[in-house]
């Protein structure tokens, strides 16, 4: 008596239709929904800061933590000489690296060759392969879908703050002329709403470095915003610069534009100062606010976020210059806590 199995391995054709179906749908929805954090570094934590790049930033009354490095051409636990300033390699996406397709190739060829083995075809091995693929298609697009319904829900659910400063809220931003910094920062106010505090070997500071970190958040978002990539290699270290410059190539590669506008800066004050090898460094936290859109380039449509509502934002700039002179320029960005 023959005895039909309920779990039946889809045919060839069968699975190879479910599999481009789940890519197709997953492929569209990754192009038409870009990252719910877009802005400069997309909500991420990248760059160096030198000798310190693996090590946190220390507290400051702004934001007492801040995320870990996430990419960083800096090896952990290494001193480069001229640490943070070395262009980055490119990094193709996902489907382009070697370890995948060698192993996705592998794969598809040890199918094809355990079906001869065992009399059932180089192609029934296929079959078996895709339907399994299939499934793990379709498992990965209802991961996508929930991450990016997650992170809609938690943007919009962001708290008060978003819209702007609460009333009665002290502000550093606001301390200028001489005002005094919170008692819990235990500094004196520097210009610009910086409560100057240098940490670690100091490094001092003037009220014109607080005055250039305030102007150089909003000439590198602004520039962002505007897809100029020649006052980026300005405004950033080359290794932050093609770090961007990959962001902007993803946006245009979708045909769309992340557009920034009225960025303020709320409150700063500094988290460390120091120089080494011959370059010095200064990290900042910094909260601002600005307006972050993201529209198709060719026909102007909103894709994502609100023109008229201005969001908040908490990261860690840091800023490197040669030792005691020249221009200050952006070498990593981590996200407060």
Do not use: H
């Not at 670690?200 to 909003?218: K, N, S, V």
């Not at 700063?268 to 972050?292: C, H, N, P």
């Amino acid at each position: 008596m023959r005895i039909t199995s309920l779990f039946r391995l889809p045919t060839l054709a069968t699975a190879a239709r479910v599999s481009a179906a789940a890519l197709i749908v997953a492929g569209s929805l990754i192009a038409v929904v870009p990252d719910a954090d877009a802005r400069v570094g997309g909500g991420r934590s990248m760059g160096s800061r030198g000798a310190r790049t693996w090590s946190a930033p220390a507290p400051t009354p702004t934001s007492p933590s801040a995320q870990t490095m996430q990419r960083s051409a800096a090896q952990p636990g290494a001193t480069a000489t001229n640490p943070g300033m070395a262009a980055p390699a490119r990094q193709g996406g996902f489907f382009n690296r070697p370890g995948f397709m060698g192993g996705l190739m592998g794969g598809l060829l040890g199918a094809g060759l355990f079906g001869l083995l065992m009399g059932g075809g180089f192609f029934s091995g296929l079959g078996s392969l895709a339907g399994i693929l299939g499934l793990i298609l379709q498992v990965a697009l209802i991961f996508i879908v929930v991450r990016l319904a997650m992170r809609w829900f938690a943007s919009r659910n962001a708290p008060a703050a978003a819209q702007g400063p609460q009333p009665g809220a002290p502000l550093a931003r606001d301390m200028l002329g001489g005002g005094s910094a919170p008692a819990s920062s235990g500094a004196a106010t520097g210009r610009s709403g910086f409560a100057s505090r240098p940490r670690g070997r100091p490094l001092q500071l003037q009220g014109t470095d607080f005055d250039a970190f305030e102007r150089r958040l909003g000439e590198v978002q602004e520039a962002y915003g505007r897809d100029d990539r020649a006052a980026l290699s300005q405004l950033m270290t080359p290794e932050m610069a093609g770090y961007v410059g990959e962001e902007l190539d993803g946006y245009a590669r979708d045909g769309l534009q992340n557009r920034l506008s009225d960025v303020k800066l709320l409150q700063g004050d500094l988290s460390e100062a120091w120089t080494e090898d011959g370059r010095d460094f200064a990290t900042v936290a910094m909260r601002y606010q600005l307006k972050d859109t993201v529209i198709e380039r060719d026909t102007g449509r909103l894709v994502q976020g609100d023109p008229d509502r201005l969001e908040s934002v908490v990261e860690f700039w840091t800023f490197t210059r040669p030792a005691n002179g020249g221009e200050w320029t952006v070498s990593a960005i981590q996200q407060g806590g």
